[in-house]
T-cell receptor, first 113, second 116 residues
Framework: GDSVTQMEGPVTLSEEAFLTINCTYT??????LFWYVQYPGEGLQLLLK?????DKGSNKGFEATYRKETTSFHLEKGSVQVSDSAVYFC????????????FGIGTKLQVIP | NAGVTQTPKFQVLKTGQSMTLQCAQD?????MSWYRQDPGMGLRLIHY???????DQGEVPNGYNVSRSTTEDFPLRLLSAAPSQTSVYFC???????????????FGPGTRLLVL
């Protein structure tokens, strides 16, 4: 079946450090890929997405590129802030009708001043 | 728009009790889903609906019922609560196919449930 693999963390970084959170996937079809973010005490919200190979999603300084050859969608940010502390979920969804969204386990990011 | 709303925010139940988690959206989305979030397991789909009157099971449906009598509301019922149902529950909605943002899920703030 479809699956998403990411490390659980926590990932602890100092403010202004470079962030990479790895995400790899397996899918039976050609999925769209997503990063969702969950701030403490809140629901998930979409951070960025990409719908086809080589697409780059970006938002709030975060970027991720859809790499079909390596089945990856790694999240990066050049300079993290304390306010980026949250749990980040990688996810995939196949096209057509109602398709289940498959989530990774989530990676907790802690940014210290 | 309020988006996706959920009530209650927090609930404590005793084993064997029943309750209904409420979910409503005001975005006229056709698709709605219920997930549970557990440490180390990410989000798992419980039930989903593709429109009023249509529901189906997800990955972990046992012990839960749903109904969709209106586009706006999608309540989740726990029939006889068990400690294994202690979790955080999220409701989500999304557009139907053919719309530009069809693939984005909009989540409610969650209900934290503790079953003793």
């Amino acid at each position: 079946g479809d699956s998403v693999t990411q490390m659980e963390g926590p990932v602890t970084l100092s403010e202004e450090a470079f962030l990479t959170i790895n995400c790899t996937y397996t899918a039976t079809g050609y999925p769209s890929l997503f990063w969702y973010v969950q701030y403490p005490g809140e629901g998930l919200q979409l951070l960025l997405k990409a719908t086809k190979a080589d697409d780059k999603g970006s938002n709030k300084g975060f970027e991720a590129t859809y790499r079909k050859e390596t089945t990856s969608f790694h999240l990066e940010k050049g300079s993290v802030q304390v306010s980026d502390s949250a749990v980040y979920f990688c996810a995939l969804k196949l096209a057509g009708g109602y398709q289940k969204v498959t989530f990774g386990i989530g990676t907790k990011l802690q940014v210290i001043p | 728009n309020a988006g996706v709303t959920q009530t209650p925010k927090f609930q404590v139940l005793k084993t064997g009790q029943s309750m209904t988690l409420q979910c409503a959206q005001d975005m006229n989305h056709e698709y709605m889903s219920w997930y549970r979030q557990d440490p180390g397991m990410g989000l798992r789909l419980i039930h989903y609906s593709v429109g009023a009157g249509i529901t189906d099971q997800g990955e972990v449906p046992n012990g839960y019922n749903v109904s969709r009598s209106t586009t706006e509301d999608f309540p989740l019922r726990l029939l006889s609560a068990a400690p294994s149902q202690t979790s955080v529950y999220f409701c989500a909605s999304s557009y139907s196919p053919g719309t530009p943002s069809q693939e984005t899920q909009y989540f409610g703030p969650g209900t934290r449930l503790l079953v003793l």
